[in-house]
Nanobody
């Protein structure tokens, strides 16, 4: 059974920072790289980062490179996304999920709704 809980979202002003956390367990996560995805109203879900299972390396898409930092605390089985320099276009619901980095993008390994949590809302005001 997959258990996913994302926390840490909120309302911040442009240029502000937030740290998202994700605790996840179950076959949809165990042994996979885990990343962060976001979905804005009316848009498709997009991947923004993908961290290896060991937590040693993270891939970022160009739109967040240099501003977002993905990491994993192995002991706590928790994944983080430190976001700085937030912009209004970062406003979205953020989710964590098993990921793969291919050709400059981050794609989900599992697409079924049962592999995703409720997400955490990030809103950036101009």
């Amino acid at each position: 059974q997959v258990q996913v809980v994302e926390t840490g979202g909120g309302l911040v002003q442009e240029g502000g920072s937030l740290r998202l956390s994700c605790t996840a367990s179950g076959p949809a996560f165990d042994g996979y790289a885990v990343g962060w995805f976001r979905q804005a109203p009316g848009k498709e879900r997009e991947g923004v980062s993908c961290t290896t299972w060991s937590g040693g390396r993270t891939f970022y898409v160009d739109s967040v490179k240099g501003r977002f930092t993905g990491s994993r605390d192995v002991a706590k089985n928790t994944h983080y996304l430190q976001m700085t320099g937030l912009q209004p276009e970062d406003t979205a619901m953020y989710y964590c999920g098993a990921c793969s980095a291919i050709a400059g993008t981050v794609i989900p390994v599992h697409r079924h709704a049962s592999s995703w949590g409720q997400g955490t809302q990030v809103t950036v005001s101009a």
